[in-house]
């Protein structure tokens, strides 16, 4: 099967031929249709060595994923070969960038035929992340006020209509070409990171970080007390006075998955798709992955739409 593959940290992914993946006890083999991905995965430990600290390569990056059941591993229940399905294959396993991967069959969740391939590769990281940044972690609940950091990405824009749909007010932050998109998202207001002064968001119950670095440190100042920072960029260093701060890793979760979608169905999310690309350009997908706003997907199966 073709595949995109890592091998050395210099030489950057390559498309090559790998063998058919294999279905170990309570897997499920997915022919890929849609893959996501997040660029800085090849930065991450998992990307070049197991749990136990052994090279793995040559490695699949991707870890979103849609497509079919094409087979079921020894014990699997709940899916069908044939069936529609979407979600999210294990950080230290190959993943979805290839025609045929191997997933947890916990870790995916039926798909519905009104909901394209490319689509649902671009929910599970950024819906799930969303999901329990805010909620799960963050604790935001009705009538607080929720700060969000990179509102017109992937996680943040999820995240605008999620905290927004709650009750909760909600302030976006971005550069100054974002505006109009995290307004339009549902956003109440907006900041701009590099001209804006900071003290116009006031006090918030909550800070969801996706950037980190200065933003993630000065954003502490910001928690009212008894409040919490959440990022998923690194742990920070500084804590809110009297408040939490929580660095996370998106976990699988079947259920919000499905729940996720159901919200698609009903026009109550959207999400932001930028370039659909073939598997043939997604070695070049992840360096010019910035260049156009929105998420990055490939698509696998010539009749992945």
């Known amino acids: 099967m073709r595949a995109l593959t890592v091998r050395d940290r210099d030489a950057g992914p390559t498309l090559t031929d790998l063998p058919y993946p294999h279905a170990a006890e309570n897997d499920v083999i997915v022919r890929v249709h849609a893959a996501g991905f997040t660029p800085g995965e ?8 197991d749990r136990a600290g052994r090279d793995r390569t040559p490695s699949v990056p991707g870890h979103e994923v849609a497509g079919v ?10 899916l069908t070969v ?16 290839a025609e045929y ?32 940044g805010l909620f799960d972690h963050g604790g935001l609940t009705t009538g607080q006020t929720v700060l969000v950091h990179g509102a017109a990405g992937g996680v943040g824009s999820i995240a605008i209509q999620l905290a927004r749909e709650i009750g909760a007010r909600v302030i976006g932050t971005g550069r100054a070409t974002d505006r109009d998109v995290v307004l339009d998202l549902g956003a109440h207001a907006f900041l701009d990171l590099a001209t804006d002064p900071w003290t116009d968001a006031g006090e918030v119950d909550v800070v969801f970080d996706v950037i980190g670095g200065d933003v993630l440190e000065r954003s502490a100042a910001l928690v009212r007390p008894g409040g919490t920072l ?22 699988p979760d079947r259920a919000r998955l499905a ?18 690309r073939p598997l043939a350009e997604a070695a070049e997908a992840f360096t010019h992955h910035r260049r156009t706003r929105g998420k990055t997907i490939i698509q696998v199966a010539a009749d992945g739409s």
């Open 230 to 251: 959440v990022t998923i960029a690194a742990p920070p260093t500084a804590s809110p006075k009297d408040g939490r701060a929580v660095f996370f890793v998106v976990e």
């Open 101 to 132: 991967t191997a997933v947890e069959a916990r870790n995916l969740a039926p798909l519905a035929a009104d909901i394209d391939y490319p689509v649902a590769a671009a929910l599970p990281i950024s819906g799930l992340t969303a999901w329990q």
């Open 69 to 78: 059941v094409a087979e079921l591993g020894y014990g699997t229940t709940g």
């Open 82 to 97: 044939g069936q529609r399905v979407f979600g999210l294959v294990d950080w230290t396993r190959d993943g979805s960038l």
């Open 42 to 49: 090849l930065d991450w430990p998992a990307t070049w060595t």
């Open 259 to 276: 729940d996720l979608a159901q919200r698609l169905r009903d026009g109550r999310l959207r999400l932001l798709i930028g370039d659909v």
